[in-house]
């Protein structure tokens, strides 16, 4: 809902419209994790998939791509190297793509 002031002081408000907003239909988890991280594909169709870990200076460090099976496909990366800290999942499938911020602790 928007409230619109006009210049004479004058007020409206729009009517109130709903917007959906997706949670998305991957699952990341746990986090913070200590080192294997997994990815599941909720609702996702089968088809191809690129996960891509940046660092929060935006450095890539690490790329994952294969083929999706489908709903319910579990996917597991290992961040036991990584330094503790915040990175950026960042998870294409099949045009779609969702971005995930993730914590590594030691």
Same mark, same amino acid.
């Given at each position: 809902?928007? !409230?619109?002031? &006009? ?16 949670? *998305?239909? +991957? ?6 994790? *200590?080192? #294997? #991280?997994? %990815?599941?594909?909720? &609702?996702?169709?089968?088809? $191809?998939?690129? +996960? ?5 200076? *935006?450095? /890539? ?9 489908? /709903? *319910?496909?579990?996917?597991?990366? &290992? #961040? ?9 999942? $960042? %998870?294409?499938?099949?045009?779609? !793509?969702?971005?995930? !911020?993730?914590?590594?602790? /030691?």
């Amino acid at each position: 809902r928007l !409230k619109q002031i &006009d210049f004479n002081g004058s007020f409206t408000y729009s009517s109130v419209v709903n917007i959906p907003i997706s949670t *998305g239909s +991957i699952a990341v988890f746990p986090n913070p994790t *200590g080192g #294997l #991280l997994t %990815i599941l594909t909720n &609702d996702a169709q089968a088809g $191809e998939y690129e +996960i891509q870990i940046y660092s929060m200076y *935006g450095q /890539k460090m690490a790329s994952y791509s294969g083929i999706n099976a489908g /709903k *319910g496909t579990l996917h597991t990366i &290992d #961040l036991s190297s990584f330094g503790a800290g915040a990175y950026s999942v $960042e %998870i294409i499938m099949n045009g779609e !793509k969702t971005v995930h !911020k993730v914590i590594v602790i /030691k």
